[in-house]
């Protein structure tokens, strides 16, 4: 449970920290070209939209999306689920997550292969007039999917003790790693 508990602490990292910063980036980039436009009439972050657009939004977005999977916010139908005794409710929601997690592998490794292909071939984007690396930006989609197959994994293990125990589980006091 230490590489869990570890691995819980990288995901809040990422999505806190990392995200965090990535959404207090695109403010500031969108607050100064506002302000450089409208009171300087002039350009003062040179292709600020495509930084967004192609870096930081996108790196907001894979970030944060292990801790959301780990902490059960995305969005479900559960009136279903929750109306079922409890014996279908964890098999329901184990066949669940092995359908995402079968779809998540798949993703995962085309996604990597897309990242690989843009490593090896020195993909660039351009922003404003220079041209940038984009494969930094494309190792993180691989990095946050594995993060998300790491969980559903977890997931799918801590269902099968529930079922084999014939009750739930306590809530786990690491779900939320402390600062």
């Not at 999505?15 to 436009?37: D, E, K, Y």
């Not at 995402?100 to 660039?124: M, N, P, Q």
């Not at 984009?134 to 801590?158: C, D, G, Q, S």
């Amino acid at each position: 449970m230490n590489f869990y508990r570890r691995l819980g602490k990288l995901e809040w990292g990422m999505a806190s920290i990392g995200a965090g910063l990535c959404l207090f980036v695109m403010m500031m980039i969108t607050v100064i070209s506002v302000f450089g436009r409208y009171v300087l009439q002039t350009d003062l972050v040179p292709g600020a939209y495509n930084i967004i657009e192609r870096v930081v939004f996108p790196l907001l977005i894979f970030w944060a999306l292990p801790l959301a999977h780990r902490e059960g916010v995305f969005p479900r139908l559960e009136i279903v689920a929750d109306a079922l005794p409890f014996t279908a409710r964890k098999l329901l929601a184990i066949c669940v997550v092995t359908v995402e997690l079968a779809i998540f592998i798949l993703l995962t490794w085309y996604v990597a292969k897309f990242a690989w292909a843009g490593f090896a071939s020195a993909r660039t984007m351009q922003i404003g007039s220079d041209y940038y690396p984009l494969w930094p930006l494309l190792m993180m989609v691989p990095l946050a999917f594995a993060l998300m197959i790491v969980e559903m994994i977890a997931t799918l293990l801590r269902d099968g003790r529930a079922l084999a125990r014939g009750r739930e589980d306590e809530p786990a006091k690491d779900q939320i790693p402390k600062g």
